[in-house]
């Protein structure tokens, strides 16, 4: 069992760059794999980056590479997602998961515990 707070959200200026944190308490935070989901207003939750519970390998959404940067410190228990280039089509709630496989998967049903989300605001 794991429990995930995501933090870092908020009303942010297109072109921003703020960074959303991931707290992971409860069980061994370096077994699980980690992913970024989000979900925009009337639209379904999609995938948005994943990272390997070593680090090593990451995955991203056509949509979001060279502009996010998935990583993640096992010595702190949090996985990280650095937003850049922001345009108001990036608005969503912002979710991270955690996964009992160790490489970084992009489905949601390969996820077994999520947070509650944090809203990210993109403003023109």
């Known amino acids: 069992q794991v429990q995930l707070v995501e933090s870092g959200g908020g009303l942010v200026q297109a072109g921003g760059s703020p960074r959303l944190s991931c707290a992971a308490s409860?069980?061994?935070?370096?077994?699980?794999?980690m992913g970024w989901f989000r979900r925009a207003p009337g639209k379904e939750r999609e995938f948005v980056a994943a990272?390997?519970?070593?680090?090593?390998?990451?995955k991203y959404t056509d949509s979001v590479k060279g502009r996010f940067t998935i990583s993640r410190d096992n010595t702190k228990n949090t996985v990280y997602l650095q937003l850049a280039s922001l345009s108001p089509e990036d608005t969503a709630v912002y979710y991270c998961?955690?996964?009992?496989?160790?490489?970084?998967?992009?489905?949601?049903?390969?996820?077994?515990?999520w947070g509650q989300g944090t809203q990210v605001t993109v403003s023109s």
């Open positions: 998961a955690a996964s009992h496989f160790g490489l970084p998967v992009t489905k949601e049903d390969e996820y077994h515990y």
């Open positions: 990272i390997s519970r070593s680090g090593i390998s990451t």
């Open positions: 409860g069980s061994t935070f370096s077994s699980f794999a």
